[in-house]
């Protein structure tokens, strides 16, 4: 067995540009799967590829050069959306060919689990059934790929694909954020997956085979659901408006704040972060504005380089890179 697993995690809100950061990794060319280990189409990843644009809900971002894409046993999927985005990249010129598989053991989003989750308003989740799916799981009452004609297929066992007398070299791709985190956020301000490294061993990688941990986040955090996030000031409208701050999935405008220096530190440690990559920091270049939140005190920089040398202080990580947006890392 000769497995290994790299990591791209968010440590926010999602909304990160994980989605980014794992289409530049893939160039490498060094990894033979790509696994998206957690979530449903509740997350979007917006991805530029060749000059075109391409948001994903399900299907992870190695298929863009033809690396066999999982999605994982830790996702739920909804199969309408599947094949949407199947016949989306299709059309797209791709060859996905025997490129895109799911976990037979992952679970599969009903009809009743929309309906449910559509008269759900406390939370401000994105209405894609993702909630009850993930509750069925654990009541074991859920319905998994393997009773689903339609995805045979695609089916694939994780275990025998993983664990074979050929080199495997995978790189896991999460959905959402630690705030989101099922047991780390702000409960009940959360989706209902594990959105942290521990998450993707869920996956049947094992814990002493993870080597990089790619932390994303931005130089700003952002944040759509229904509770109280952003300070009432007029920069956050400018922030949005300059970063495009509005959801890959539902459209709906993120609310924003100033970077939460400690939080991030948690999250940096509770994932194992071993390469951290801040985004965005051409949207605050732009605003002419650098601020922070640490110690429960905002602190405002005199320019860029002053607030990214003030965080390479704070959090002691050997490779942080400040990236500017869309497809620049």
Known sequence: MIVNADVVVGLQYGDEAKGKVTHHLCKSKKYTHVLRFNGGCNAG????????KFVTHHIPAGVFFGIKSIIGSGCVVNIDQFFSEVEG???AGLDIEGKIFIAKNAHVITDSHIDEENSESSIGTTKRGNGPAYRDKYA??????????E???????????FHTDQPVNI??????GFGLDIDFGNYPYVTSSHCTTAGALLNAIPYNRIGDVWGVGKVYETYVGSKDFEPDDEIFNQIREVGEE??????RPRQCNWLNLDFLQKAINVNGVTKLVLNKADVLREIGIWKLVTDERT?????EAEMNSFIEDKLALRD????DDKNRI
């Open 246 to 251: 509005y959801g890959a999935t539902t459209g």
């Open 171 to 176: 790189l896991c791709e999460g959905a959402q």
């Open 140 to 149: 074991r009452t859920g319905k998994r790929a393997e009773e689903v004609s």
């Open 320 to 323: 942080i890179y400040f990236s």
């Open 45 to 52: 990843h917006t991805i530029y590829h060749e000059g075109n």
């Open 89 to 91: 990249l299709k059309s």
């Open 299 to 303: 602190i405002a920089f005199s320019d």
């Open 151 to 161: 995805l045979e297929e695609y089916l694939i066992d994780l275990y025998d694909e």
